[in-house]
């Protein structure tokens, strides 16, 4: 079909790549403790192109250190999950990691605008270092942008909270694409929005984010610096 339609070929091996895993389970599957849900974010999520995330009290989990993710999970909403439950739940989150390094189909471009209170509100200094060292490498890739609102800044139209604007690739010239989904998680759902009302609402208090932002070079001073602070 590829060939009959005049496909060009990386079009033609992400379309092969796609129809191999429609055959399979995801790979979140083999987890039963995964809600609902959550399963939905993790299949749009493999499946989007770009990914702009705003985080305000913690590292978004596709940028967590294994001992910063660790960490988080075994506190638990209400009662403190079992070592074996929190090692479960810390493999499905660095597995996640792993489509920011795929070849096939195109691993998605992160956008992420983290505010400051992240980078201060942690655990130990040796987790806390070990996680901040790990999003200076991680803004290091092409296809990752970690940029920083620092508290100085005053407000900003993020104020209801951390969110994630999804967007999908056009598979043909006459194929629309996946709208445009925003996804808000909360301590027992989740909501999906994907009204070109509700996409347009959030591209503008993302552009006020992106607007009141470090630039990459000032993030990672900053990031540095918390480092520093936090190995004293």
């Given at each position: 079909?590829?060939?009959?339609?005049?496909?060009?070929?990386e079009?033609?091996?992400a379309?092969k790549?796609?129809?191999?895993?429609t055959k399979?389970?995801?790979?979140?599957?083999?987890?039963?403790?995964?809600?609902e849900?959550f399963e939905?974010?993790?299949?749009?999520?493999?499946?989007?192109?770009r990914?702009?995330?705003?985080?305000?009290?913690?590292i978004?989990?596709?940028?967590q250190?294994?001992a910063?993710?660790?960490?988080?999970?075994?506190?638990?909403?209400?009662?403190?999950?079992?070592?074996?439950?929190?090692e479960?739940?810390t493999?499905?989150?660095?597995?996640?990691?792993?489509?920011?390094?795929?070849?096939?189909?195109?691993?998605?471009?992160?956008?992420i605008?983290?505010?400051?209170?992240?980078?201060?509100?942690?655990?130990?200094?040796?987790?806390?270092v070990?996680?901040l060292?790990?999003?200076?490498?991680?803004?290091?890739?092409?296809n990752?942008?970690?940029?920083?609102?620092p508290?100085?800044a005053?407000?900003?139209?993020?104020f209801?909270?951390s969110?994630?604007?999804?967007d999908?690739?056009t598979?043909?010239?006459a194929?629309?694409?996946?709208?445009?989904?925003?996804?808000?998680?909360?301590?027992?759902g989740?909501?999906?929005?994907?009204?070109?009302?509700?996409a347009?609402?959030?591209?503008?208090?993302?552009a006020?984010?992106?607007?009141?932002?470090?630039?990459?070079?000032?993030?990672s001073?900053?990031?540095?610096?918390r480092?520093k602070?936090?190995s004293?």
């Amino acid at each position: 079909m590829c060939r009959l339609y005049g496909a060009s070929p990386e079009l033609t091996e992400a379309l092969k790549f796609l129809a191999r895993e429609t055959k399979a389970k995801g790979w979140w599957h083999a987890y039963s403790e995964i809600p609902e849900w959550f399963e939905l974010f993790l299949g749009m999520e493999a499946s989007a192109s770009r990914l702009r995330q705003y985080e305000a009290e913690v590292i978004p989990g596709l940028v967590q250190s294994p001992a910063y993710a660790k960490a988080i999970i075994g506190r638990g909403l209400v009662n403190e999950p079992t070592p074996e439950i929190v090692e479960r739940r810390t493999a499905v989150r660095l597995q996640r990691q792993q489509i920011l390094t795929r070849r096939a189909p195109k691993a998605p471009n992160l956008e992420i605008v983290l505010s400051e209170a992240a980078l201060l509100r942690g655990f130990s200094a040796q987790i806390m270092v070990d996680q901040l060292t790990r999003l200076l490498t991680f803004a290091e890739r092409p296809n990752v942008s970690i940029r920083i609102a620092p508290l100085a800044a005053g407000p900003h139209r993020a104020f209801h909270g951390s969110f994630v604007i999804l967007d999908f690739p056009t598979e043909t010239s006459a194929h629309d694409p996946e709208p445009t989904t925003i996804y808000s998680e909360h301590p027992t759902g989740a909501l999906y929005l994907d009204k070109p009302s509700e996409a347009e609402t959030y591209a503008r208090i993302w552009a006020d984010l992106d607007r009141g932002a470090l630039d990459h070079i000032g993030s990672s001073r900053l990031i540095q610096d918390r480092v520093k602070e936090w190995s004293r």
